[in-house]
């Protein structure tokens, strides 16, 4: 694999210096954790989200495009560009065409394969949480989509964008990186339960593997709004 040039990927092991502050890093750990703590508490409170879930997914939109721009603020004071941290470039449609087909692959083999294995493996159901939050109606399934896209984006810029890269810098090691950003992914899913957040950590592993070897948070970002949204809507369905 060639080696990518400083400022051109998303996973840069040439440049191993941190690209944010220490405390920036840790307020978006406190964050992240924090959130994921209040919906692990939330999770089996029967109705929480039966009601409102077009509200929940604007909410759930502004809090992560929030902490993406906490992100751009954090790197930007090192001089990191927000296009550093997403890496990669389609000069053609074709380039476009070649990352959603690996994107439809990770899809089946990852998320169908991988975390469906070990979610089974631990006989991990899908809770009550999740189930309440797929869509409904037409304009749910529409704003579930939008929750999607902004997810695909957002945290594959948060996950493998910032903190995979972030952990490697101060580990010193990529794979240190890559394990970490899992972890901290798996839990981030706290209403979900802790079972499927251990198949997320290991989701989110192979996500950080796509994205070095890549060098783009691209094909990942497709793969999570194809795992989030088309997910989603056909677990609707199979729900029913």
Same mark, same amino acid.
């Given at each position: 694999?060639?080696?990518?040039?400083?400022?051109?990927?998303?996973?840069?092991?040439?440049?191993?210096?941190?690209?944010?502050?220490?405390?920036?890093? *840790?307020?978006?750990?406190?964050?992240?954790?924090?959130?994921?703590?209040?919906?692990?508490?939330?999770?089996?409170?029967?109705?929480?989200?039966?009601?409102?879930?077009?509200?929940?997914?604007?909410?759930?939109?502004?809090?992560?495009?929030?902490?993406?721009?906490?992100?751009?603020?954090?790197?930007?004071?090192?001089?990191?560009?927000?296009?550093?941290?997403?890496?990669?470039?389609?000069?053609?449609?074709?380039?476009?065409?070649?990352?959603?087909?690996?994107?439809?692959?990770?899809?089946?083999?990852?998320?169908?394969?991988?975390?469906?294995?070990?979610? =089974?493996?631990?006989?991990?159901?899908?809770?009550?949480?999740?189930?309440?939050?797929?869509?409904?109606?037409?304009?749910?399934?529409?704003?579930?989509?939008?929750?999607?896209?902004?997810?695909?984006?957002?945290?594959? *810029?948060?996950?493998?964008?910032?903190?995979? +890269?972030?952990?490697?810098?101060?580990? +010193?090691?990529?794979?240190?990186?890559?394990?970490?950003?899992?972890?901290?992914?798996?839990?981030?899913?706290?209403?979900?339960?802790?079972?499927?957040?251990?198949?997320?950590?290991?989701?989110?592993?192979?996500?950080?593997?796509?994205?070095?070897?890549?060098?783009?948070? +691209?094909?990942?970002?497709?793969? =999570?709004?194809?795992?989030?949204?088309?997910?989603?809507?056909?677990?609707? =369905?199979?729900?029913?």
């Amino acid at each position: 694999m060639e080696a990518a040039s400083p400022g051109s990927s998303a996973i840069n092991t040439l440049r191993p210096q941190p690209i944010s502050p220490a405390w920036h890093t *840790v307020v978006v750990l406190l964050v992240l954790l924090g959130l994921s703590l209040l919906g692990f508490h939330r999770q089996n409170m029967p109705g929480m989200h039966a009601h409102g879930r077009t509200a929940g997914y604007v909410l759930t939109i502004l809090v992560e495009w929030a902490i993406t721009a906490f992100i751009w603020y954090g790197v930007s004071r090192r001089g990191v560009p927000m296009k550093d941290l997403i890496g990669g470039r389609w000069d053609s449609f074709i380039e476009f065409l070649r990352d959603l087909g690996i994107a439809v692959a990770f899809v089946i083999v990852c998320g169908g394969g991988v975390m469906s294995g070990i979610a =089974h493996l631990l006989k991990a159901n899908t809770p009550a949480s999740v189930r309440n939050l797929l869509p409904q109606g037409r304009t749910e399934i529409i704003v579930y989509l939008l929750v999607a896209a902004t997810a695909g984006f957002c945290e594959e *810029v948060i996950f493998r964008g910032y903190l995979q +890269r972030q952990f490697s810098a101060l580990t +010193r090691s990529a794979a240190g990186g890559l394990v970490l950003q899992g972890v901290v992914f798996g839990a981030a899913h706290g209403y979900q339960g802790w079972k499927l957040m251990v198949a997320i950590a290991v989701f989110g592993i192979t996500f950080g593997l796509l994205a070095m070897w890549r060098r783009s948070l +691209r094909p990942g970002m497709i793969a =999570h709004f194809l795992q989030d949204g088309v997910g989603g809507i056909v677990g609707r =369905h199979l729900m029913r």
